[in-house]
């Protein structure tokens, strides 16, 4: 079955229709994409996709015990915890990588996880102009039973949570500049919410506000998609709301989880889908084959000071009182298994989960795919390649 729609796309593509696939994409919204969007979907058969639900089942199992917010405490740093902490996470990713055991099996392996939304519009928008370039069969889906519009009443129950559009803001920092601007032009267009920048944001009291057409209008929710790590870096923004600060609003998408659902939870995790990972600070024997190994900074973000060919001394140059903030990871194989006109390519795929108060789990409701060619995998990597970029999976139903 995956082979016969793998087959199926190839030979409907041309240079040509990618060229008229990317065109749509870009005046769609008036926008230019600024990442490389892959030529093609990956295709995701029944046999692993079992294989991915249950890796996932068994690291989400730990995510919901009733402790596992106090056991993840290390990892919030205190000068940035946000009050008013939610009981869990409302959004949950769990990037995979498409691996071969040594029997030349393929299995899911864990790369990273966050507790912070990603991609949720344009990955339906991905996948439906997909669907209208390219002939794809009804027996393969991307938002597991759900029908586009399904698909946005779920996220409008999440995101507004019951509020006029008008008094929830998309948060971030001047959002229309961010690689992920087509995101929130998306979600805007969808919610009817307004794109704010953090900047723009003024506090009245314990109340927030933003201008429209001049007149203050009152903040209730934020859907936040600022990340501390890079608000930290703009040494210039001046900004009256600092996130941490007590006021009244509720927050879709609590900043505390971005940290607490991280690399940090990876040394907790058991499964076999998960790859060995410790804390440096925990390795009291230096393995001797390192090569097998990558070095990752736990609170960096999009692959930012991942050391991928670690030398002893790379460890060395470590403080011990350092250490506690890195993570030795055994390294996966990525099997290539994308079969592009040239060749094969790896492939990543990310499950997104919304997980609303009151419910007991997460609910898978879409999924984001990523193409490599090179060892890094994200959007910015490979960049003089093809079939490389971001991308959206089709399962076999």
Not at 208 to 227: A, C, P, Q, S, W
Not at 283 to 312: A, C, M, Q
Not at 375 to 387: A, C, L, P, Q, S
Request: with cysteine.
């Amino acid at each position: 079955m995956i082979s016969l729609a793998r087959e199926s796309f190839n030979q409907q593509f041309s240079e040509q229709k990618y060229q008229e696939f990317l065109n749509d994409l870009n005046s769609s919204y008036n926008y230019k994409i600024p990442f490389r969007v892959a030529e093609s979907p990956v295709f995701i058969s029944k046999e692993f996709k079992a294989k991915l639900m249950k890796g996932a089942n068994e690291i989400i199992d730990f995510i919901v015990q009733p402790d596992f917010s106090s056991k993840m405490e290390a990892a919030l740093p205190p000068a940035l915890s946000v009050p008013h902490e939610t009981n869990h996470t409302l959004f949950l990713a769990l990037d995979f990588a498409i691996c071969s055991n040594d029997t030349g099996e393929l299995i899911p392996q864990l790369i990273e996880l966050q507790g912070f939304p990603s991609l949720f519009g344009y990955q339906d928008f991905l996948g439906s102009k997909f669907r209208q370039h390219y002939k794809i069969g009804d027996s393969w889906e991307y938002h597991f039973g759900k029908t586009s519009t399904e698909y946005w009443e779920r996220l409008k129950k999440s995101i507004l949570n019951g509020h006029d559009p008008e008094n929830v803001v998309l948060l971030e920092i001047n959002p229309l500049q961010q690689n992920t601007a087509i995101d929130f032009l998306i979600t805007q267009d969808k919610l009817g919410i307004p794109l704010v920048h953090i900047g723009d944001v003024v506090i009245r009291g314990k109340q927030l506000f933003y201008l429209k057409d001049g007149v203050e209008v009152h903040i209730k929710r934020i859907y936040n998609r600022v990340i501390f790590d890079e608000l930290q870096q703009q040494k210039n923004l001046q900004t009256q709301f600092h996130l941490t600060e007590d006021v009244e609003v509720e927050w879709a998408g609590h900043p505390n989880w971005f940290f607490k659902i991280s690399k940090y939870t990876m040394p907790f995790l058991q499964s076999s889908a998960v790859p060995q990972s410790s804390f440096l600070s925990d390795v009291k024997v230096i393995p001797t084959d390192l090569e097998n190994y990558v070095l990752k900074p736990l609170f960096s973000f999009s692959g930012s000071g991942v050391i991928f060919h670690v030398k002893r001394e790379d460890i060395d140059a470590i403080p011990l009182s350092e250490r506690k903030n890195f993570m030795l990871q055994r390294k996966v194989k990525y099997e290539p298994v994308v079969q592009a006109v040239d060749g094969l390519v790896k492939a990543e795929l990310r499950l997104l989960y919304i997980w609303d108060e009151g419910q007991a789990r997460p609910e898978l409701i879409t999924n984001l795919a990523r193409l490599s060619r090179g060892e890094m995998i994200g959007v910015k990597y490979n960049k003089d390649k093809t079939w490389v970029g971001g991308s959206i999976s089709f399962f076999e139903k």
